[in-house]
């Protein structure tokens, strides 16, 4: 490929689509971005700060202190807070259930938003959240749309966090993946919308392999 290419893959929770996207970007050589990462980052912040969300300068305040980044080491992606590695914290429960409610303040939007087309203009990406193809680049080369059932999506966030050695609850998971899938599709800013022109993936009853041969082949038909 001749040119910087931008794949966005949106979706809703738990659906696999940083396991897609990180598969991508390291089969393509392109950059991974987890957006969604970067709102739990600002999540940890304000959670950490007491920011009251009801006060926009003082949200705007703290915006302009946060500094995101995403590093490579031993083949993993770490994403960095103010030069911090969060990666393991921003994927705790705590996080989980606030990282909807202060993903849907406009300010945090607007610069998470301008934080992501900064790091699209560095070459070929694979970028993956809820707002990609609609909001951050309407013009992306490839835009897919992942789902899948949300019973099937809530055994695969216990098993990842059962995995990490966390004592979870099964249903509070479902009850929180149902809350998410509400606040992210109904909130005014930006809200998780299925662009006209994404493709849809549903892997409730696929395997990693092959969703990753499901997008590799759509990338194929992208004009040289």
Excluded: W
Aim: hydrophobic fraction near 40%; glycine fraction near 4%; charge should be neutral.
């Amino acid at each position: 490929m001749n040119k910087n290419i931008v794949i966005a893959i949106d979706g809703y929770s738990s659906c696999g689509k940083s396991t897609l996207a990180k598969a991508l970007a390291k089969k393509l050589n392109f950059i991974y971005i987890d957006s969604g990462a970067m709102y739990r980052a600002v999540t940890l912040y304000f959670l950490r700060n007491n920011i009251d969300l009801e006060n926009s300068k003082l949200v705007k305040e703290a915006l302009n202190n946060i500094h995101i980044d995403f590093q490579t080491l031993n083949n993993q992606t770490l994403i960095m807070l103010n030069g911090e590695d969060v990666s393991k914290e921003i994927r705790q429960m705590h996080i989980a259930e606030k990282v909807s409610t202060i993903s849907a303040i406009k300010e945090v939007r607007f610069e998470m938003v301008r934080q992501q087309q900064r790091m699209g203009k560095s070459g070929s990406i694979v970028m993956d959240g809820r707002d990609i193809g609609t909001v951050v680049f309407p013009n992306a080369d490839l835009k897919l749309f992942m789902t899948a059932d949300p019973k099937i999506r809530t055994e695969r966030r216990y098993n990842e966090l059962i995995g990490k050695g966390e004592q979870v609850n099964i249903e509070e998971i479902f009850e929180n993946l149902t809350k998410r899938d509400f606040q992210d599709t109904t909130r005014k800013e930006s809200p998780l919308l299925q662009a006209q022109d994404a493709i849809v993936l549903d892997n409730s009853t696929i395997d990693e392999a092959q969703q990753l041969e499901f997008a590799l082949e759509h990338i194929r038909l992208i004009d040289k």
